[in-house]
């Protein structure tokens, strides 16, 4: 199973940018395509962005697009998520993902991700 560790999670103020990073080791980190999840307070997982094992296509939710930006070094086993703009709603445990069986309808949905790192803490203050 591919294991996943993320990093770069901390605490910001409004408006200020932030970029995770999620090392990948265990197996061909290019055989998954990649996501990133966040729990906020009082809600449950939910997804952000996912991207294609290339990096070819990338998917966002609503709250992510225009203002977040996934990609992928394959030759580095690492997955990013590059926050811009950040709002105190984006409080929250950032959570990497991967999946070996992704389709571009999958990956829209954000739905199918069968391996999960530890999480890493964003915290953006008022």
């Given at each position: 199973q591919l294991q996943l560790v993320e990093s770069g999670g901390g605490l910001v103020q409004a408006g200020d940018s932030l970029r995770l990073s999620c090392a990948a080791s265990g197996r061909t980190f290019s055989n998954y395509a990649m996501g990133w999840f966040r729990q906020t307070p009082g809600k449950e997982r939910e997804f952000?962005?996912?991207?294609?094992?290339?990096?070819?296509?990338?998917?966002?939710?609503?709250?992510?697009?225009?203002?977040?930006i996934i990609?992928?070094?394959?030759?580095k086993s690492r997955a990013y998520l590059q926050m811009?703009?950040?709002?105190?709603?984006?409080?929250?445990?950032?959570?990497?993902?991967?999946?070996?069986?992704?389709?571009?309808?999958?990956?829209?949905?954000?739905?199918?991700?069968?391996?999960?790192?530890?999480?890493?803490?964003?915290?953006v203050s008022s």
């Open positions: 952000v962005a996912a991207i294609s094992w290339d990096g070819r296509n990338t998917y966002y939710a609503n709250s992510a697009k225009e203002r977040f990609s992928r070094d394959n030759t811009n703009s950040l709002k105190p709603e984006d409080t929250g445990i950032y959570y990497c993902a991967a999946d070996a069986w992704a389709t571009s309808d999958t990956l829209r949905r954000g739905t199918g991700f069968g391996s999960w790192g530890q999480g890493t803490q964003v915290t």
